[in-house]
């Protein structure tokens, strides 16, 4: 499986981007994929996860802004953000195959990169104030 982000951009806050994750083919061992963010000298931390089932959750500082979807059709991953905030700023990467099997519940907000198999290069938002 390849991953492939874009949208990834420089905005004003409060601007809005929408961040796509393209994958080669569809994973019928994955439950669970997953947006991260990185931010210099620190490690990445998932953002927003969605499974099989349709079900997301979000990590409590971007609730009400962003939103997390999936085409399954078009084996396409996308993160909708709104009301773009400068701590938003990171390279964003999406992530497939959860280790843990379906990812909403919770213990998603610890997840490691070792956690997901499968990764993309990632694409760069800048919010600036």
């Known amino acids: 499986v390849q991953l492939v982000e874009s949208g990834g951009d420089s905005v004003q806050a409060g601007g809005s981007l929408r961040l796509s994750c393209a994958a080669s083919?569809?994973?019928?061992?994955?439950?669970?994929m997953a947006w991260f963010r990185q931010t210099p000298g620190k490690e990445r931390e998932a953002v927003a996860v969605i499974d099989n089932d349709g079900k997301t959750e979000y990590v409590d500082s971007v609730i009400g802004r962003f939103t997390i979807s999936q085409d399954n059709a078009q084996n396409t991953l996308t993160l909708q953000m709104n009301n773009l905030k400068p701590e938003d700023t990171g390279v964003y990467y999406c992530?497939?195959?959860?280790?843990?099997?379906?990812?909403?519940?919770?213990?998603?907000?610890?997840?490691?990169?070792?956690?997901?198999?499968?990764w993309g290069q990632g694409t760069q938002v800048t919010v600036s104030s």
């Open positions: 083919v569809h994973n019928e061992n994955s439950f669970c």
């Open positions: 992530a497939d195959q959860y280790r843990f099997g379906y990812c909403t519940g919770g213990y998603w907000r610890r997840a490691r990169e070792s956690d997901f198999t499968y």
